[in-house]
């Protein structure tokens, strides 16, 4: 994700790490720099300029080009600025109506992912609310049937026309009924898309906003389409009058354009991301957190999440045995493969951290997902004997564990080598009382 802007960015920076002192023509070119990393992201040139005209400004101030750390004062001055452009604040998501139900419609063109987005956002919510999805879109072939097996998985309420009707303004008032009379406090309206702006669009969505009188009226943008979501963006808003805006997508190879300009464009936060195809993958929007992964600067608050969330249902008192004894059965070592997979790809994960590009380029092949799995799968091969004792795991047991799990010799050889150095870091752990140890040769992943 933005990785074309987070390159450009980082090249753009790093003109200015090298120098003890910086001057105007120093600041001039790596704002220059940045220019570029906007254009190249498609970003618009109007959002482009304003934003480098502003980090100029404040970048070849005196008291900057004086300071100790000049470098990092202007890398704190991008960083600002482009979370000023994003919004400045995070985003609450979905802001909810003083008096239920809070109405929230759907807009955007066909093909950016609405309906998914819907369903997604509406099974986020479903912890502290009874959420409703309702099929307002009559046109699109298969798009109420679609609706109704998305919500049917995620475990939400769908409300769609029946059999032959056609009649929207009727369908929505039934629909305000039908939540009234089984307590759903959020409704969530699907609307029709086009492959492209017309009249007879915003007629229909114009509609539907006098009739069921939306809280928060969302614009469902596909991160991928770069410039031309902000001229989407200026339509819907011009007409809708929106409050917020849902970039999709943004786990592709989006440029980061729409993310930047959009907000600007139509002065309406951006209030969710969507991060993958699963029913999960969406995120409430933070601006700092994605400044942090534009600069390179990781994503220490979102990484801590996902291992939180990883967490969840593991037994800890067991894993405390086995800090306590000092050892690590294969066991605890398969539950905690299973966990890193339960965080998403190791290349996301990555990135979270710090100068996670650079130790993406430096790890290669061993941020292939495979290799967990392979990992799993030699673990899974053993008999409950050789787990709790893999030193009984001797050539002829290799040979068939490896036949078993689809891997080969030298596969299991290395689990069972990474078993024993994650064993010494157990003792160590152990004895040293938190006197620090060090870290044992030959780790996988080390």
Known sequence: MLDT????????????????????EDVSEAVREVRRALLEGDVSLKVAKELTQKIKERATQREVLDSITPAQQIQAIVYEELVNLMGGKTSKGIVFAPKPPTVCMMVGLQGAGKTTTCVKIAKKLKGGHKPLVVACDLKRPAAVEQLQILANTAGVGFFGPKAGEGDLKKLIRDAMEYAASRLHDVIILDT?????????????????????SPTEIMLVLDAMTGQEAIRVAEAFHGELALTGLILTKMDGDARGGALLSAKAVADVPVKYIGVGEKLDDIEVFDPEQMAQRILGMGDLKALAEKVREAAEGVDMEKVAKSLTKGKLTMEDLLQQIRQIKRMGPLEKIVEMLPGGGKIKELAGSEMDDKRL?????????????????????KGSRRRRIAYGSGTSVQMVNQVLSYHKNMNEIFKQLKGRKGKGFRLPKGLPFR
């Open 373 to 393: 799995k392979h990992i799993e799968a030699v673990i899974l091969s053993m008999t409950p004997e050789e787990r709790r004792n893999p030193k009984i795991i």
């Open 192 to 212: 029709a898309g086009r492959l492209h702006i017309d009249d007879e669009l915003m007629r229909e969505l114009v509609e539907i906003k006098e009739i069921a």
């Open 5 to 24: 802007l987070k390159k450009r960015f980082e090249k753009a920076l790093g003109l200015l790490k090298n120098k003890g002192k910086l001057t105007e």
